[in-house]
């Protein structure tokens, strides 16, 4: 997997590449990630990159020119075989108008070969950009940043991890929050491993088991595997009940899942 951020901010991307799994990824030669500074594609002298928006209004806009001549450079696969399907790449521009990042959106971007990541600034992106240039516009959540570097920092990551191989436990990765909603819930439910099926993870705690007074649930350390696997599944039903009641209504829960849906319903009732 190739990553490409183009960015008039490279050095910002010094913490975000270096540190944990992105970091070891690359060392193993998972993923290579290059930035690309928007200013060596600047034609005065002055590198400058915005302008002024026509139709006057506030601040200035990053021109298309160095954005389009940056993509061009990279020598990725045409527009159209990209938006048809017919490649493995992907220019996305990062924008607070673009549609909502998730889980879902970071697995088929971890399916290409290559992705490309184009970061605003200032009041946005000539809309060149979005119209010719860039196969789809993501944002991070509905507020607005000072730039798409933290957007495409925080893409970068989550794509990465589900690389195969860049997580020590792939099975780590399937059972997190909101993962494998399509594949984990085809009618079986909770697994050994507690897969989240779409539904927030459940708890976790390590030792010390009595830390100043709080202690861990005693289930977790009865060795009662088939206990746990049910105490995990309420609990990560009850936190996406309570956090994110949206999630419960787009998963297919079993029958054992049902009845736990009600005792922590129930649950809440009586607080
Ligand atoms: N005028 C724009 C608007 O109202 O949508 C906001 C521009 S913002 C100050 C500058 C740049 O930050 C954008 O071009 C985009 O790249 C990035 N940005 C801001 N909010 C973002 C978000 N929620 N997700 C992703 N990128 C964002």
Known sequence: MKIDILTIFPDFF??????????RAREVGLVSIAVHDLRAF?????????DRPF???EGMVLKAEPIFECVESLEVAPRQERTAGR???????????????????A????????????????EGIDERVSAFLADREISIGDYVLSGGELGAAVIMDAVTRLIPGAVGN????????FSGAKELLVGDGPTSTCSSGGLLDYPHYTRPADFRGMNVPEV????????????????????TLSNRPDLVQRVTLNEEDKALLAQVAGDDSEN
């Open 14 to 23: 010094r913490g975000p590449l270096d540190y944990g799994i992105v970091r």
């Open 42 to 50: 600047a034609h005065d002298r002055h590198r400058t990159v915005d």
């Open 55 to 57: 139709g006057g209004g």
């Open 87 to 105: 490649s493995k790449q992907s220019v996305v521009l990062l924008s607070a108008q673009g549609r909502r990042f998730d889980q879902g959106m």
């Open 107 to 122: 697995e088929a971007l971890a399916a290409m070969e290559r992705i490309v990541l184009i970061c605003g600034r200032y």
């Open 170 to 177: 792939s099975a780590s990765t399937r059972q997190e929050s």
């Open 220 to 239: 977790l350390v009865s060795g009662n595997h088939d206990e746990i696997r049910r105490w995990r599944r309420r609990a990560a039903l009850k936190k």
